[in-house]
């Protein structure tokens, strides 16, 4: 089964934002231990508005074709073996709020790769897509963002293929690193940016005082982003909205009630 794509991923073509579809509108396979099908699981239902549902076994799944992540039951253990992709997490975990953005902006960035490679290979392509997670990576692995970069910029040193493999790989493991709060405090400055010369004096300091509270820790980064997003919808921008840093994943998943209803181990 091959992911594919029901609009624009991000808001590519669209004139603003909307948090309800501008994350990548898939149907890409999510794999879940049989025993949390038959469960009645409460955030099930928000899951299959964005994917196809499948019963898989604890073990490895790697042979499913369009698998973007595996959600174990709670007397599971995660496959860690390499060569894994696409993210895993125990039932109980994503109740915690860190876990859950973790494992939903892998899966759809995952989900967002499958679904370029089924609409065809290029070099175009593959750097569109490299530029459009420009900072979901600078806010994940700034690192890891320039090595990515380096290895797209280099076409003569690796055949397209080669490259192909070892780019999901390092945008898998960049993507899998705990955000740094500098880290995406820095990506916020960067994005914020293009509204510079858009907001009035009001809104400038209504974002300044958030982004405040958040250097602060006293918001979660849902606030700056959110605060961004409208911005965005009321003033657009042709780069931001291709980018997937805004909204890497449809807020309502993060927002979905229901996430402890199995404690963690």
């Given at each position: ?70 959600i174990h039951g709670p007397a599971a253990t995660v ?109 916020l400055l960067h994005v914020a940016g293009y509204l ?70």
């Amino acid at each position: 089964m091959k992911a594919s794509r029901a609009s624009p991923p991000h808001g590519q073509g669209n004139d603003s934002i909307n948090p309800s579809d501008a994350a990548i509108l898939t149907k890409a396979v999510l794999g879940l231990d049989g025993e949390l099908l038959c469960s009645g699981w409460p955030p099930q239902a928000a899951l299959e508005r964005h994917f196809h549902l499948l019963a898989l076994p604890p073990g490895d799944a790697n042979g499913v074709a369009g698998l973007c992540g595996h959600i174990h039951g709670p007397a599971a253990t995660v496959d860690t073996r390499a060569g894994s992709l696409y993210p895993q997490a125990v039932i109980g975990h994503l109740a915690l709020a860190p876990c859950r953005d973790s494992f939903f902006t892998r899966a759809f960035a995952l989900a967002d790769w499958q679904a370029m490679l089924a609409d065809g290979l290029g070099e175009r392509t593959l750097t569109d897509f490299h530029a459009r997670y420009k900072y979901l990576l600078l806010a994940y692995d700034p690192q890891g963002y320039k090595s990515l970069g380096q290895l797209l910029g280099r076409p003569a040193e690796r055949p397209l293929e080669q490259r192909r493999k070892r780019y999901i790989q390092g945008l898998m493991a960049s993507l899998g690193k705990p955000p740094e709060h500098g880290r995406q405090l820095n990506a916020l400055l960067h994005v914020a940016g293009y509204l510079k010369h858009r907001l009035s004096v009001e809104e400038q300091r209504s974002w300044q005082a958030l982004l405040e509270d958040y250097r602060l820790r006293k918001r979660p980064l849902a606030a700056p982003l959110e605060l961004l997003r409208a911005y965005f919808q009321r003033y657009p921008d042709s780069y931001i909205q291709r980018q997937a840093y805004l909204c890497p994943y449809p807020p309502v998943l993060a927002e979905t009630t229901g996430w402890d209803h199995f404690p963690c181990n």
